[in-house]
């Protein structure tokens, strides 16, 4: 009775947020209309208001970071669910990586201005010598960037993708391992052929989950993104995101842009929630399927 008691009010509790931020935002929408989501302009001074171009950051600095992590998670998986290395060392690589998701926030938007910009200034100015003929390697190269946040994302999201890759790597019958060696299949044919096949929509499930933590991460993206509201296809560039644009101007926002911001807030919400429940569904369909239901 207590377990169905906090399960509902966990759903009050998220409507009634939901309920307040659409309430403060009703008045820009009224006012803007889409035309807030296709604006490419954001001067609060000349009460414009775009979220054109913190939605293609928010979703490339996202991408990206899935882009970079996904194939890093899954050989982490692969690793820590096979009998490549004895219990002790897998344990300690799984106790590693879990650990990875403890850190919080803002010591990864520490560690990127210290370690991951210089990196990329370095770096990116030879990138953009040689290959600056190339749109998305154009530079100058900024430290505070789309490509210095999209590598601190890709770190952040790995636990997400590695953990639920691996669930459903171990989720995987035996006896399909065991089919495919009395064929006559190598173990890595039998992985890649056989198990990863089978575990493909866990995975997807993991992907999908690890874009929709990219997309609500908010601290360490405001110290390295470089909050620029410009259109810009360089990597290099600064760029901004939904969240980091709600942290960096909410505090000394008032009147219409506070409403502007809670507009924002209610995009990056229905973004949000869509791609978790969209991964969600993924990995109830995996869990059936594993277990001979679907």
């Known amino acids: 009775m207590a377990c169905?008691?906090?399960s509902i009010l966990i759903i009050i509790l998220l409507a009634f947020i939901i309920g307040e931020i659409l309430v403060n935002a009703w008045p820009a929408m009224s006012k803007f209309g889409l035309g807030f989501i296709s604006g490419i302009q954001w001067s609060p001074n000349r009460g414009l208001f775009g979220v054109l171009p913190v939605l293609i950051g928010t979703a490339a600095s996202s991408f990206l970071a899935l882009l970079l992590s996904l194939p890093l998670g899954l050989a982490i998986a692969i690793f820590l669910s096979e009998d490549f290395f004895p219990v002790p060392v897998r344990q300690?690589?799984?106790?590693?990586?879990?650990?990875?998701?403890?850190?919080?926030?803002v010591v990864y938007g520490l560690w990127g201005i210290f370690v991951v910009i210089p990196l990329v200034q370095q770096y990116g100015a030879v990138l953009a010598a040689k290959f600056g003929f190339i749109p998305f390697l154009s530079g100058p190269a900024y430290g505070n960037s789309l490509l210095t946040a999209s590598l601190v994302l890709a770190l952040m999201v790995l636990p997400t993708i590695?953990?639920?890759?691996?669930?459903s790597l171990v989720a995987v019958p035996y006896t399909l391992r065991e089919g495919s060696y009395a064929l006559g299949a190598t173990?890595?044919?039998?992985?890649?052929r056989v198990i990863i096949p089978t575990a493909a929509p866990g995975i997807v499930a993991?992907?999908?989950?690890?874009?929709?933590?990219?997309m609500g991460e908010t601290m360490a993206v405001a110290m390295l993104i470089g909050n620029s509201q410009r259109l810009s296809w360089s990597l290099l560039s600064p760029s901004n995101t939904l969240s980091a644009l709600l942290a960096n101007q909410f505090a000394e926002a008032d009147g219409i842009q506070v409403s502007a911001l809670m507009y924002a807030a209610a995009v990056l919400v229905v973004l949000t929630l869509g791609v978790n429940i969209a991964g969600e569904a993924v990995l109830r369909r995996t869990k059936k399927a594993t277990a001979g239901l679907g």
């Open 162 to 167: 590695t953990a639920i890759s691996r669930s």
């Open 187 to 192: 173990r890595w044919e039998t992985i890649l």
């Open 206 to 214: 993991s992907a999908i989950l690890g874009f929709g933590r990219a």
């Open 92 to 105: 300690v690589i799984r106790f590693v990586v879990e650990t990875l998701a403890a850190i919080p926030s």
């Open 4 to 6: 169905f008691l906090a």
